[in-house]
């Protein structure tokens, strides 16, 4: 135990129950390495440490690197955490100079320093994702530019969309996810390693060479904001939550339009699963357990901001419960990207079905009104109260808006002409909406292909 100086007796078992992160910062081991590489020839190269021992610490960690990429490390709860295990074993494996490692630095900075390489990574990691995912969906768009679907609101028929609009929705939400994660990347890169416990230290130490090295832009300025602060990993849960979010939303569409009441889509078998009773069910599994791992990563973030409400400065203990969310966060957003990337790239779409529901529930009445406003000037608010009139009239009878007669619009609106059934299809409809970020086919066509170039 490197810190058994002043202790007579050993922890409990509880104690060490509660006290040990190995369990999960064993995680952080490459991002430990890496920062104790950096440290110690540092410290070399400011004549802290000699030549020699720098040489051997290195070898010695990169030994370390491969026995734990192996699967040959024995872990030891006793060593508390990653920081204090690769430490020991240096030491075991090189003697003297693995126990000058520990001069001028803490684990404070020390994990500091892990947790924003390893928050970094992720972040690289997810952001890809986020734009395979992002690229599966213009491909799909660019596909249905010109296929329509019902479009709602209250998940009532609204007006006629099209599908690939309806998918290109989501890449602007992921593109936002994609920007937050970028924000949250520019201000975690900042380097605390060298703050060492909570004060700095009294060795001239290279801040700079150890932030360069290890890929950061600059070295924190305060020690004691440097060791405690955490709100790197509160943005980066953030962004999480509201990917995740974006992501439940999308999984839920998924359900409603695979169900057989609506039947707009069809997964594929590698993305559904089967009942073991009712042997006619296709479930669309992969799509609920996205929906439901939102709680997990919404639930990390909430956790995470109450860990630091109230803590004082500098370090506490209380931050050893920071890594636990961020790594479950990391881990079911990058599932879940994989699992909706596959649904989306597999689903085959009934087009001939989304256009007959597109129709349904007088989803031109829109078309109608504006009509009126256009060709006899109606006022909206007078156009809008033909249309519901008109709309009741064809309701009563069972038909369409298109299925009513001239003589029956004409009973409630002289001014109608025979042109008005030419804006009351669905396809019009569609192309009619040509305003910027608007539904029409060429618009979608045209985004879609941005989207494909931006992302190529
Ligand atoms: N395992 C600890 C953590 O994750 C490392 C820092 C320990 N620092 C300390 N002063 N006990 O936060």
Redesign the pocket.
Known sequence: MQWGGRFAGGPSVIMQDINA?IGF?RKLWRQDIRGSRAHAAMLAMIGVLSAGDERAIAAGLEAIGREIEAGRFSFDAAL??I?MNIEARLTERIGEAGKRLHTAR???DQ?ATDLRLWVRDAIDGLSGQLGDLMAALARRAAQHAGDPMPGFTHLQTAQPVTFGHHLLAYVEMLDRDRSRLADCRRRLNACPLGSA?LAGTSFPIDRDMTAAALGFDRPTANSLDAVSDRDFALEFLAAAAIGAVHLSRLAEEMVIWCSAPFRFIRLSDGFTTGSSIMPQKRNPDAAELVRAKTGRVTGGLVALLTVMKGLPLA?A?D??ED?EPVFDAAEAWALSLAAIAGMVRDMTADVVRMRAFAADGFATATDLADWLVRVPKLAFRDAHHVTGRLVAIAEARGVDLAGLSLAEMQAVEPAITTEVFSVLTVEASVASRTSFGGTAPANVAAQAAHWLEMLA
């Open positions: 992160s910062d508390e955490d920081h803490s684990r404070n994990v416990a370090y203990k931050m050893q890594k």
